[in-house]
């Protein structure tokens, strides 16, 4: 029996939308995308109930879970994207520092997320931060994700030492919440 | 083979969470053959998809997530930083470093354990329960404060909030529990009085697809739950007891009063107290009296031990404000003794920094939050939109002492001077989370399930819908 293909486009004309604009409703949506309204109210049914998008009680748009795997699965990570989101405030409150999720793929660095805290360079003494601390989440042939910690500038030595044991615990922590891809495509 | 006709929107996502699931790249022909797509359609759906970016075709016949997926993560996880600054959760400014904060985590591994939450996500707006284990010191007025002040915060997703005080009683408080699901709770926010008599209830709870978040109280092992909000109560036990024994110079008797018996927060502090206080062989301890945080029984308990050890005692050891008030003011009111009062532990209490400000007496404290409450709001929101979460979350809190009893282990991150509020009442609880000019005694607040804009605290069985 033959598939139509009718409303395939606009699934990557909204998430286009999503991503790169704030959250707005489905009117304006629509409005923007020079679409229908039921048919844009119908797509976006279909991805929110998939967990592509997301909708606030006053129904503005927002990327959901599902989208946050499409990037990390871009990268080969498998079902990581939860368990950095909820993980990577734990680590900024334990160690009071800033954290990054570094995605290295050849040539190019990603920033997948991050939490911060405000004043990482102590501005009574001048001091700027320390460098980072990485440990490795996850590694493939040409890819690597590490967790970038920057404590502030007034850590003292021994407190860097104990931030880098908590940033070896939720690296691989995340490192357990990610699936190996399959080999073969 | 007939195929089931589905519409090219289903489809195009079923090939984007195939993709997902398998490490974001597929042979086009496996992929077809996986998902009982014709390769003319799966062809026709890829080159739509990959116009925008979803997806990347190789000439080899190779699907591939795009570019387009990691701007969609990248700005999920700025919309997550903006929610989570509106939250509060970037801290102001750095905290004085309790000494291995590193091996916290390794004490606490349900920290760094998380929950996927995708069975529990509905959409807005929620209808949220919280049974509390009781209401009966102005630590459990201000948690309720908390929640409540929680439930406005986030009034855009939570649409009534039901509130129940069980007075200690397990069997009220399951009963509490049915109705709030009979009434059609969306989510519960939990203080157990008793773990293995609510498990039942809870386990019914989760049955029915409603997330519980428990807070302060609870034995995460014995009931099914999604997140355990508290505050370290081995850094409360282990720091304020080390602190005495270095104010003391490691010798000395003194007299120990723990909280409530039934609660685990005061067995787990006072079993870390304990074990630092078995550190130092020269301390000894002459009594160990359990007070239920209660302010009067303080003053009672050590009255009796006045009599019977008189000018022996050193030091006092309390887990909370709530119980050291009533010590400080048997103390203070024992003409018999000559000295100055000996230096206690316990904050919490506005009353408890007053008196020991005043009064010069050597204190020190590590705040138990109620702002938990609030967290436990946001961690429900969080559970009830399908997000992963920690299975335990600790509040943030503050070592408090008084000026200049800071001792080689333990320095502040306020001196209780700072921390202290003159202006406001004596059973002000401090860190509540609700601002500073949070007054219990003019508290007002007003959500779909209360009355008159009264707090659920005011009222002793609570606040149940239509009340």
């Known amino acids: 029996m033959a598939h139509d293909t009718a409303g395939v486009g606009m699934i990557g004309r909204i998430l286009a939308e999503v991503a790169s604009a704030e959250p707005c409703t489905a009117t304006v949506l629509a409005r923007r995308l020079g679409t229908a309204r039921t048919t844009t109210f119908d797509v976006l049914r279909r991805l929110e109930a998939a967990g592509f998008i997301d909708r606030d009680p006053q129904g503005l748009v927002s990327p959901g879970l599902a989208s946050a795997d499409l990037g990390f699965a871009a990268f080969g990570m498998v079902g990581g994207a939860g368990a950095t989101e909820a993980l990577l405030c734990v680590l900024r409150e334990e160690a009071d520092a800033s954290i990054e999720l570094v995605i290295h793929q050849g040539e190019v660095t990603t920033v997948l997320a991050q939490r911060t805290v405000v004043g990482l360079a102590d501005p009574d003494t001048g001091l700027r931060a320390p460098a980072p601390l990485d440990a490795t989440v996850w590694t493939n042939a040409d890819t690597k994700a590490i967790l970038r910690v920057t404590s502030r500038a007034s850590a003292q030595a021994a407190d860097r030492a104990a931030v880098g044991r908590c940033v070896d615990m939720v690296a691989a922590a995340l490192s357990l919440s990610v699936t190996p891809k399959e080999h073969q495509p | ?467």
Not at chain 2, 329 to 353: C, E, I, M, Q, W
Not at chain 2, 407 to 421: F, K, N
């Open chain 2, 1 to 467: 083979m007939s195929r089931r006709h589905q519409p090219g929107v289903d489809l195009a996502i079923r090939v984007l969470v195939r993709l997902i699931d398998c490490g974001g790249c597929r042979a086009a022909g496996r992929l077809g053959a996986e998902l009982d797509i014709p390769r003319s359609t799966l062809f026709r759906i890829s080159r739509i998809l990959a116009e925008t970016g979803l997806l990347t075709l190789s000439t080899r016949g190779v699907l591939a997530l795009g570019p387009l997926g990691v701007q969609l993560a990248q700005r999920r996880d700025a919309m997550l930083r903006k929610e989570d600054a509106e939250r509060g959760g970037i801290r102001p400014r750095p905290p004085a470093r309790a000494p291995g904060i590193g091996d916290d985590l390794l004490r606490r591994p349900a920290s760094i354990q998380t929950v996927d939450c995708t069975r529990f996500r509905r959409g807005p707006r929620y209808k949220v329960g919280f049974a509390n284990a009781a209401i009966d010191s102005p630590w459990r007025t201000a948690l309720v404060h908390s929640v409540e002040y929680g439930a406005v915060k986030h009034r855009r997703w939570i649409s009534a909030l039901s509130v129940r005080h069980a007075a200690h009683s397990a069997a009220q408080q399951s009963a509490d529990i049915e109705a709030l699901l009979d009434a059609g709770v969306d989510g519960l926010i939990v203080s157990a009085v008793s773990s293995t008599r609510i498990a039942p209830v809870l386990r019914d709870a989760e049955r029915r697809g409603v997330p519980t978040i428990l807070v302060d109280r609870g034995v995460p092992d014995e009931i099914p739950h999604v997140s355990f909000v508290t505050c370290d109560d081995h850094t409360i036990g282990a720091r304020t007891a080390l602190w005495l024994a270095e104010q003391l110079r490691g010798a000395g008797s003194i007299i120990v009063l723990p909280g409530l018996a039934a609660a685990e927060p005061a067995q787990r502090r006072l079993h870390e107290a304990r074990r630092v206080f078995d550190g130092f062989p020269n301390i000894e301890i002459l009594a160990t009296e359990w007070t239920g945080w209660q302010s009067a029984e303080g003053r009672r308990i050590m009255r009796i031990c006045l009599d019977r050890f008189g000018e022996r005692i050193d030091g006092v050891w309390c887990d909370s404000g709530l119980q050291a008030v009533g010590s400080l003011k048997a103390f203070l009111s024992d003409r018999r003794r000559s000295g100055p009062v000996p230096p206690h532990t316990g904050g919490d209490l506005n009353l408890a920094y007053k008196l020991a400000i005043r009064h010069n007496v050597p204190l020190a404290a590590v705040d138990y939050p109620p702002a938990m409450g609030l967290r436990a709001v946001g961690v429900l929101l969080d559970a009830l939109r399908g997000r992963t979460v920690p299975r335990r979350i600790d509040v943030a809190t503050e070592t408090v002492v008084t000026r200049p009893h800071a001792t080689a282990s333990i320095q502040p991150d306020l001196w209780a001077d700072e921390h202290v509020r003159w202006d406001l009442p004596d059973d002000l609880i401090l860190a509540s989370g609700l601002g500073v000019s949070y007054d219990p005694r003019s508290f007002r607040i007003r959500y779909r399930g209360n009355r008159y804009n009264r707090s659920a605290a005011d009222q002793p069985g609570g606040a149940p819908y239509g009340s």
